[in-house]
């Protein structure tokens, strides 16, 4: 499985950026897709999950309301919409996947950086 993470860059707070994940190597219907973060000093964390194959999602509490995970199929792409971003959002943010039946995620693509001004 390859994971190509692009899309993060500079935003003011309140602004918008899409995060876009290119999946390659497999077929993904067994898998779950997700995107997690990590902040400078602190430990990666959790950010948005979809299950490939029916859509179905799940968001940390932080950013439920303002983040949006999405698939597209044909693509092969995962995208993350951020919108209302705050300060607190700025960290290196990573494409992963896992299969259906395994705890943790396996497959890792390269982090992209995300920087919230105030």
């Known amino acids: 499985v390859q994971l190509q993470a692009s899309g993060g860059g500079l935003v003011q707070a309140g602004g918008s950026l899409r995060l876009s994940c290119a999946a390659s190597?497999?077929?993904?219907?067994?898998?779950?897709m997700a995107w997690f973060r990590q902040a400078p000093g602190k430990e990666r964390e959790f950010v948005a999950s979809?299950?490939?194959?029916?859509?179905?999602?799940s968001y940390a509490d932080s950013v439920t309301g303002r983040f949006t995970i999405s698939r597209d199929k044909v693509k092969n792409t995962v995208t993350l919409q951020m919108n209302s971003l705050k300060p607190e959002d700025t960290a290196v943010y990573y494409c992963?996947?896992?299969?259906?039946?395994?705890?943790?995620?396996?497959?890792w693509g390269q982090g992209t950086q995300v920087t919230v001004s105030s």
């Open positions: 979809i299950r490939w194959s029916v859509g179905i999602t």
């Open positions: 190597g497999r077929t993904f219907s067994n898998y779950y």
């Open positions: 992963a996947a896992r299969l259906l039946q395994v705890s943790a995620y396996e497959y």
